[in-house]
């Protein structure tokens, strides 16, 4: 059932919406019933979660009769970012994920983040559907902040993904949606994938799989679930190598995302299409997964490249 979440009005007799789907079964109450919700499209230029939210609700439609608690889809949390494929909250210049928990007396934007965020708590686990931006591509992956480590990760090992990167509390923004509600007891996993503007459909169909595993350990799904893979655990910062551009100029990869690497192999080269010339090569610093790297060609000194997970973790997970 289609139902809106919160409102407000707009110039022109307009108004801005922001919906969601409850899918249930059929004749239960929401007594005692375990609540799965899925959110994306806080970034408007964000669009993987999108094609998660059609294919979580065909399969489950399918087997409708298999569901055992409640899945709440909210696919557009910034509906008129992803209409106009704009970041933030268009015309406002605003990121939508450093406005939470908002205000209910506060403006237009804070008005709609409070509402957000009433509705979605008390659920028992919230999956944050992010993608990367236009210039990186990202294994899929869910990024923990510690404070809440305890609680996340063993949800977080259902979800399919391949990497669990586990932050450093220095690095919280006290502002994003998924701080908000895990800082009042409602769980939320932000998963990273894919990249910026587009769709890949191998990550988002992981990724539907790694929900209904979810739901199956939480009591809301009673059908067949898919195996699902065991992550990588990272919670050293010095696990991950960040590789930055010493050039400006054209990347051109010489490895594919998601490569195995070992120190010093070759990842790309930043060339200069004026004259012809290489100006730099960018090499792997140490041997491990390269999950993260740059997918859109041009390049400013200090751009980011690449990221590179360290080979012991990979072995230990």
């Not at 964000?46 to 065909?58: F, K, N, P, W």
């Not at 509402?115 to 992956?141: F, K, M, R």
């Not at 070759?266 to 740059?294: H, M, N, W, Y």
Request: aromatic share 6%; charged share 25%.
């Amino acid at each position: 059932m289609v139902e809106i979440v919160t409102s407000v009005g707009l110039p022109i007799d307009e108004k801005l919406m922001i919906k969601k789907n409850r899918i249930m079964p059929e004749g239960s109450s929401m007594n005692n019933l375990k609540r799965i919700s899925v959110v994306t499209g806080i970034h408007g230029d964000e669009l993987e979660g999108q094609y998660v939210c059609y294919e979580l609700q065909r399969r489950i439609d399918e087997e409708k009769d298999k569901l055992s608690g409640i899945v709440d889809i909210y696919p557009a949390m910034n509906p008129l970012g992803i209409d106009s494929i704009t970041r933030g909250i268009p015309a406002f210049d605003l990121d939508m994920n450093r406005l939470f928990p908002g205000n209910k007396d506060g403006n237009m934007t804070e008005y709609l983040a409070a509402g957000i965020i009433e509705d979605v708590q008390g659920s028992d686990c919230v999956v944050d559907i992010h993608a990367s931006n236009i210039y990186l591509t990202e294994i899929p992956q869910i990024r923990i902040n510690e404070l809440h480590a305890d609680t996340l990760i063993p949800l977080a090992k259902e979800a399919n993904v391949d990497f669990i990167w586990v932050h450093g509390a220095s690095t919280v923004l006290e502002s994003t949606f998924a701080h908000s509600l895990n800082s009042i007891g409602t769980p939320v996993l932000v998963v990273e994938m894919g990249v910026g503007m587009r769709l890949t459909k191998e990550y988002g169909d992981q990724m539907v799989d790694g929900l209904f595993n979810l739901m199956k350990k939480l009591g809301i799904w009673q059908g067949e679930v898919a195996g699902v893979r065991t992550p990588m655990i990272s919670k050293d910062p010095d696990d991950v190598s960040y590789l930055n551009a010493t050039a400006s100029g054209l990347f051109v990869p010489e490895v594919k995302h998601g490569a195995r690497l070992s120190e010093g192999d070759l990842i790309g080269r930043i060339v200069d299409p004026l004259c012809g010339k290489i100006l730099d090569e960018v090499k792997s610093p140490q041997a491990g997964l390269l999950f993260t790297i740059r997918d859109y060609p041009i390049v400013d000194e200090g751009s980011l490249m690449g990221r590179v997970l360290k080979e012991e973790v990979l072995v230990n997970e």
